[in-house]
């Protein structure tokens, strides 16, 4: 109002109110769009030096052009194995204290909640003897694993490492795949709990990944399909032994669409989506 007001006493707009040009034609130019991007994107198209799905084998230190245990796969049912000494996850889930600090962080590509449990407590898993710290979790969309060549709405990493004597290692990483489907008019609840701003917020209550979100049938945790693979960006290390719950998560499709609008402002998704 200030503005609009000093312009009421300006002898070039003291009638019109208003000082912007109209638009003009582009003639064949072309608007170049410039952002910090690590060096890839999702974009098959993107120009210049950034390095799409088809070519993140280019990317320096890259393990993406391996083609001996890259994630993500078709897990096909009817050829998955029951090899009988895979253990179950009753017991392989445990939180340990009250945890309700995380950070709602946005990077280039997605909604991470990083750094959680920083005021106290911490979610590990043991898988075949070994103990893994969460340390993370985040999403994707369209879902990066398919089951029988279909997708989910979007699929959560939650990601662990394993634990040590002195913190954890950081080349030892186990993930676990959660499939998410807009199959319900309820959002899911344990998803509304978190903020995606770049702040790290204390919660009033707190959040347990395990008892909240993790798919359950009967009261025991979902069968999951397991195989050894890599980060499913660059630089796709194959260092994570991957755990696909095979029953979904449900959300709302408002949820779906909040996320897919998030995707359209970060910058190696812009385009893709």
Known sequence: NE????????????????????????????????????????DVTE??????????????????????????????TSNTTFPGNLPTLDAAFTAVGACDTYLGKVN??????????SGGGNFSMVFEGVTYKMLQFNFHSPSEHTIDGEFSDVEA????????????DATDLAVVGIMMEATSSMDNAFLEKFVWDGKTHTMANAFNPYTE????????????????GSLTTPPCSEIVKWIVMTNPVQISQKQVNEYKHALTTLPQTYKSL
């Not at 003291?14 to 170049?32: D, F």
């Open 3 to 42: 503005y609009k007001h000093a312009l009421t006493t300006l002898p070039q707009t003291y009638k019109s109110l208003t000082n912007n040009r109209p638009i003009q034609p582009l003639n064949g130019r072309v608007v170049e769009f410039g952002m910090h991007v690590e060096g890839w994107t999702y």
């Open 47 to 76: 120009p210049g030096p950034y390095k799409g799905p088809a070519d993140w084998a280019q990317v320096a230190g890259s393990s993406c052009g391996s083609t001996v245990r890259q994630t993500p796969i078709n897990v096909v």
């Open 108 to 117: 280039e590509h997605t909604w991470k909640a990083d750094n959680i449990c």
């Open 157 to 168: 990493h939650f990601v662990y490492a394993k634990e040590t004597s002195t913190g954890v």
């Open 213 to 228: 979100f993790f798919p359950t049938v009967h009261d025991h945790p979902s069968s999951y399909f397991h195989y050894d």
